[in-house]
């Protein structure tokens, strides 16, 4: 709990405290990071699992320096995969075969994510962290209360349908409240409820996924850099999947 809470103040006081440039190294050491464990899941090792990560901390600052249309065309890529591709690989199963293809899609999973990092307001940031958090909370005490048919029993065996909806109405009410009080949108409702939906979704989409990769694995946790609470992708999971689609979400016109 203290290492959570810790590591809790240091990335707000990082997230709002820090200059654009050091956003942009917050962004880059996150995907290197993450890209370190990721590598070790996919069955690199050694050298080889810092070169990817390198590579993947380095396609973040490239991609920022074109600029222009590479961004969005790069979230826009991680926004199918993840609406599209990552059900679709779920449904077929993640197999340690899939070598090839998890050593691709680690870096729409970790690429993306931190260019929305990088460059959303440090509070649409927290605005969207929240979200997922209010929807994983929702969701474990909905399923813990009503759960009783399992979403993926082969991958998470603790996770329910019933949490999953617990989980989206969490994010909706969440969504509402902060699209009528701090956007000062209400005739905006149903878009932040949609939103809501889709974002809470696409989180569950993102913790599923990344336990079928620890999964072919055999891996209980993705690392083990944090004392007690596992590696960088445990606490990230969801937040990959959600970040880069928030950040297409809210470069939409407001309503």
């Known amino acids: ?7 809790l103040v240091a990335f707000l006081a990082a997230l709002f405290f820090l200059p654009p440039a050091g956003l942009v190294a917050l ?21 080889t699992a810092w070169l990817y990560a390198a590579l993947a901390a380095a396609a973040v ?11 969005p065309a790069t979230l826009w890529v991680a926004a199918l995969f993840w609406l599209l591709g990552v059900p679709f690989w779920l449904a077929r199963g ?24 990088a460059l959303m307001a440090p509070a649409d940031v927290l605005k969207v962290l ?11 005490f909905c399923g813990r ?16 349908w019933e949490g999953a909806y617990g989980g989206m109405l969490g994010a909706v009410a ?17 878009a932040y409820l ?33 004392p007690g609470h596992g590696g960088v992708l445990d606490r990230i999971d969801s937040a990959t999947a959600v970040l880069p689609l928030a950040a297409l979400l809210l470069s939409l016109p407001r309503p």
């Open 174 to 190: 969440y969504a509402m409240i902060v699209g009528t009080f701090f956007d000062g949108s209400r005739a905006g409702w149903p």
């Open 94 to 117: 993640v197999r340690a075969g899939h070598r090839a293809l998890l050593v691709a899609g680690g870096f729409v999973v970790l690429v993306p994510a931190a260019l929305a990092l």
């Open 194 to 226: 949609l939103a809501g939906v889709v974002l809470a979704a696409i989180s569950i989409v993102g913790d599923l996924f990344e336990s079928a990769v620890k999964r072919q694995a055999g891996a209980k946790d993705s690392g083990t850099l944090l």
């Open 145 to 160: 209360r009503f759960g009783r048919r399992k979403l993926a029993p082969s991958i998470s065996p603790g996770k329910t």
């Open 1 to 7: 709990m203290a290492t959570a809470a810790a590591l």
């Open 130 to 140: 929240i979200l997922v958090w209010i929807a994983d909370t929702a969701a474990y």
């Open 27 to 47: 962004a880059a050491l996150v995907a290197l990071a993450g890209g370190v464990e990721w590598a070790r899941l996919c069955g690199l090792g050694g050298g």
């Open 61 to 71: 600052l490239l991609i920022l320096l074109i600029g222009g249309s590479a961004v």
